[in-house]
Nanobody, 117 residues
């Protein structure tokens, strides 16, 4: 279990961009896969982006081509660059360490992204 702190959310117009950060306290951070999840109003939490320990990335179809996940091992931080945002991207965004497709740690507070005019 590690401490996870998401930040960078806010209000953005449709078509706009936002970059989220997730700081993790994990020892040996660089050995872990990490992922971004989101939970939209009235919906289940879903996996949106995944990055392996060697920076291989995968994305949900709904965000592919618009979102980019990256990591900075020196800062023990992952990022989610979100472009061409739509109202359907409105959600609380969470990060977590991953084993395969499963989260490893307790959920943090998340960061709220609201896409609206």
């Amino acid at each position: 279990q590690v401490q996870l702190v998401e930040s960078g959310g806010g209000l953005v117009q449709p078509g706009g961009s936002l970059k989220l950060s997730c700081a993790a306290s994990a020892t040996f951070f660089s050995t872990y896969a990490m992922a971004w999840y989101r939970q939209a109003p009235g919906k289940q939490r879903e996996l949106v982006a995944h990055i392996s320990s060697v920076s291989t990335t995968n994305y949900a179809d709904s965000v592919k081509g618009r979102f980019t996940i990256s990591r900075d091992n020196a800062k023990k931080t992952i990022y989610l660059q979100m472009n061409s945002l739509t109202p359907e991207d409105t959600a609380v965004y969470y990060c977590n360490r991953q084993r395969g497709l499963q989260p490893l740690d307790a959920w943090g507070q998340g960061t709220l992204v609201t896409v609206s005019s």
